[in-house]
């Protein structure tokens, strides 16, 4: 089975911009995966950030966005917010199944 | 506006079974692609499994520690995505989400004697 690889952590001052990446042991991470990302805050059900690499849905704010960036799969902040301080996960699609990355503790200080 | 709620949650014992239910509203339930999603208590998200449209055969795919306990079906006149659990362990405490794009609120399975 495929490892999906997350950074553990990362910390990002406000209004900072800060790059999570997601990246696939079986090579290049590419649109065929249909990279999501997902957002956790403590105690809440996770929500879609974004799906299918770059598309956005409509409470997913605007300083939020997705892309291949090299190898992998991307999320960018730009001008963090206090409350954008949460877990963020991405899944990658293969045949037949799925897998999540290990998730990224994003620390806003 | 689009709504998942999962149900059927519980205490089981180890070895027992368990379904859950996912009722979809809101948007073209039959059209899509459903996933079922756990997380254990403190820890990440894990994917179990997911089943594909009618048009796209209707077929499953399940996570290896879940194969041949767990089964996904799916009811496109009722809306509604089921996971039947079978041989219950331990680790298969955790919270049970079903997705698409959207997330239901989960419901607690909790697997212990």
Known sequence: ?109 | EEHLVESGGGLVKPGGSLRLSCAASGFAFSNVWMNWVRQAPGKGLEWVGQIRTKTDGGTADYAAPVKGRFTISRDDSKNTLYLQMNSLKTEDTAVYYCITTYWGPGTLVTVSS
């Open chain 1, 1 to 109: 089975q495929a490892v999906v690889t997350q950074e553990p952590s990362l910390t990002v001052p406000p209004g900072g911009t800060v790059t999570l990446t997601c990246g696939s042991s079986t090579g290049a991470v590419t649109s065929g995966h249909y990279p999501y990302w997902f957002q956790q805050k403590p105690g809440q059900a996770p929500r879609t950030l974004i799906y299918d690499t770059s598309n956005k849905h409509s409470w997913t704010p605007a300083r939020f966005s997705g892309s291949l960036l090299g190898a992998n799969a991307a999320l960018t902040l730009s001008g963090a917010q206090p409350e954008d301080e949460a877990d963020y996960y991405c899944i990658l699609a293969y045949p037949n199944s799925r897998v999540f990355g290990g998730g990224t503790k994003l620390t806003v200080l």
